[in-house]
């Protein structure tokens, strides 16, 4: 028993004659109840209630991103709350599943009481993906759909800080690139230059493939060593961002990709972990709008949404052009295998977390 006067009650702990009783449906006020708007309802709410939670903590993540240094108990709590969100993320994902029992016929009984109302309103989904980072990168344009004190509020949110800029800042932090008489990235060009070298030579010895093939072989290798030059040349990553090929900060790239290659190391453990749970988190989002818009197309075939878009086609658009976290994915592309990856010096190895030398 608590120190209340009143023993705590469960339900008016949860407050669950309000939670209970909020379920409206609009077509018992029109005509025949719909038997299946009370799904679509308890859907959509019980949505609602795991994105508060999701942003209970995202909130906590910026708020701890937010204080320098970012130390490993710090760097820890926010690899904890980022995996409960992918937890959550992957129960929300799932709910797709219930709301397909519903059939397109029984949608139809009760979808024109809902326009112009739509999960484009959901003002928590629009915070999730502001906090997120997507602002950066995508427009704003569908606030336009929300009421004056929604749209106000997140016009405040997408000028605050995101977790895309707060990875970015910390990752541009992380020492270890450059130290005393030791160039990573120098070492890193020259074993790249040996990995390239022996795919070209694995291309003019393979007797299999005709001198057309050969050739186009040697176009995409020739590509793939332009995509390691920008690594090298801050310049030529800051024409490629420019046009939208990465996001990243090149030195936030950097960093990443030695964590990605070194992440055996001590020290770069709990970082990897980190930026692997980044990727789980845009992961799971994108897995989301996919299977969403998946579920509009088979309720609405190329009907229009109720909110006004172009229904599945719009959704099916966001699914690649609202990643976050995409220049993580990306990076794999400049991973080199780890017989090629040059020894790092003991004084740096301590660094990371070993205690002895090694020889
Ligand atoms: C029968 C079920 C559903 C259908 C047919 C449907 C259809 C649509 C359509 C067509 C849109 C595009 C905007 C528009 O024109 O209205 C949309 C957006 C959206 N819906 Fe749904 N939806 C359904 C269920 C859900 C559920 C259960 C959620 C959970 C919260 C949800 C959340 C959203 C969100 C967040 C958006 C905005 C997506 C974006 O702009 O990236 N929808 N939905």
């Known amino acids: 028993m608590s120190q209340h006067s009143k023993p705590l009650y469960y339900s008016d702990y949860l407050q669950l004659d309000t939670l209970l009783n909020t379920q409206v449906p609009e077509s018992g ?40 240094p970012l130390d490993e108990k710090r760097l820890h709590i926010i ?27 029984d949608f139809l009984d009760f979808r024109n009481y809902l326009i112009p109302a739509s999960g484009f309103q959901s003002r928590q989904f629009r915070e999730i993906e502001l906090r997120l980072g997507l602002s950066h990168h995508f427009s704003n344009a569908s606030f336009g759909r929300f009421n004056p004190e929604d749209s106000a509020y997140l016009e405040r949110i997408a000028k605050q800080p995101s977790l895309f800029e707060w990875v970015d800042a ?70 490629y961002r420019q046009q939208g090929r990465f996001q990243l900060s090149h030195k936030a790239t950097l960093a990443a990709l030695f964590i990605q290659l070194y992440r055996d190391e001590p020290l770069l453990q709990l970082p990897f972990r980190v930026l692997s749970r980044l990727m789980d988190i845009d992961e799971h989002l994108t897995h989301w709008r996919s299977s969403h818009a998946l579920m509009a197309q088979r309720m609405l075939g190329s009907k229009i949404g109720t909110g006004g878009s172009s ?29 090629l990856l040059p020894a790092l010096p003991n004084s740096l190895l301590r660094d990371l977390g070993f205690q002895q030398d090694r020889h």
Request: with cysteine; proline share 3%.
């Open 29 to 68: 006020q029109h005509g025949p109840a719909a038997h299946d708007e009370m799904l679509f309802i308890i859907t959509h709410q019980t949505y609602e209630l795991w994105f508060k939670q999701i942003l209970h903590e995202l909130l906590s993540v910026l708020e701890l991103f937010s204080k320098t």
């Open 79 to 105: 690899s904890v709350r980022l995996d409960r969100i992918i937890r959550i993320q992957a129960v929300i994902n799932q709910q797709i599943g219930i709301i397909e029992t519903m059939t397109p016929l």
């Open 170 to 239: 910390w990752l541009a932090r992380t020492p270890f690139l450059e130290c005393e008489g030791f160039s990573f990235w120098a070492c890193y060009r020259r074993a790249v230059d040996q990995m390239l070298a022996s795919d070209a030579d694995i291309i003019r010895n393979n007797p299999l493939l005709s001198d057309q093939e050969k050739q186009q072989q040697f176009t995409e290798h020739e590509s793939t060593r332009q995509s390691f030059d920008c690594l090298f040349e801050q310049r030529l990553y800051e024409q």
């Open 311 to 339: 229904g599945h086609d719009y959704l099916k658009a966001t699914v690649s052009a609202k990643r976050i976290f995409a220049d993580l994915f990306n990076l794999s592309t400049f991973l080199i295998p780890r017989s």
